[in-house]
T-cell receptor
């Protein structure tokens, strides 16, 4: 199993551009999450999904959109990129809800810079 | 507000030393996670616990539910243990799914 994979690993965007961060998991997990990690700060939840067709906002959803058309894929869309979105983005998945006693598996991260 | 506090933020020690990293949280949880993030950036799960103590090799994690406190210990530390150690919790109450993370402890073990 590849686990959780993310593409791209690195990206530089200009202000106002848009892009999609890809996330795929092959563990048949229902629950998937997008977090961002800023220097000196803990990871923050952007969006999460409890299954195909179901998504919900986390702590910092502004400026992002997600979709979940399949169990495997959970892309994160940035529209009108802003410098405040410069961060490292991690996708994660788990078999059950994070609120239960349940391990999360993380992707390798995407380092995004907005100039 | 549900918060997770870690200490110390930075820790430099000599090879062989016993290391302790602390984590405290503010409200009831269903589980506490200890994660490791290497310089390359990847995050791996070390422990997940809701009570007592867990041991894996030279790593030991403990949790005191009454005091809302957990510790991660590393015995006979080695330079390869150098990484950021992150405490995260999953809350048993309502609200968004997902983990709430501490800011991490940056550990450097010098040879």
């Amino acid at each position: 199993n590849a686990g959780v994979t993310q593409t791209p690993k690195f990206r530089i965007l200009k202000i106002g551009q848009s892009m999609t961060l890809q996330c795929t998991q092959d563990m048949n997990h229902n629950y998937m999450y997008w977090y961002r990690q800023d220097p000196g700060m803990g990871l923050k939840l952007i969006y999460y999904s409890v299954g195909a067709g179901i998504t919900d906002k986390g702590e910092v959803p502004n400026g992002y959109n997600v979709s979940r058309s399949t169990t495997e894929d959970f892309p994160l869309r940035l529209e009108l990129a802003a410098p405040s979105q410069t961060s490292v983005y991690f996708c994660a998945s788990s078999l059950q809800r994070a609120t239960l006693y349940n391990e999360q598996f993380f992707g390798p991260g995407t380092r995004l810079t907005v100039l | 507000k549900n918060e997770v506090e870690q200490s110390p933020q930075n820790l430099t020690a000599q090879e062989g030393e016993f290391i302790t990293i602390n984590c405290s949280y503010s409200v009831g949880i269903s589980a506490l996670h200890w994660l490791q993030q290497h310089p390359g950036g990847g995050i791996v799960s070390l422990f997940m616990l809701s009570s007592g103590k867990k041991k894996h090799g030279r790593l030991i994690a403990t949790i005191n539910i009454q005091e809302k406190h957990s510790s991660l210990h590393i015995t006979a530390s080695h330079p390869r243990d150098s990484a950021v150690y992150i405490c995260a919790v999953s809350y048993s109450g309502g609200g968004a799914d997902g983990l709430t993370f501490g800011k991490g402890t940056h550990l450097i073990i010098q040879p």
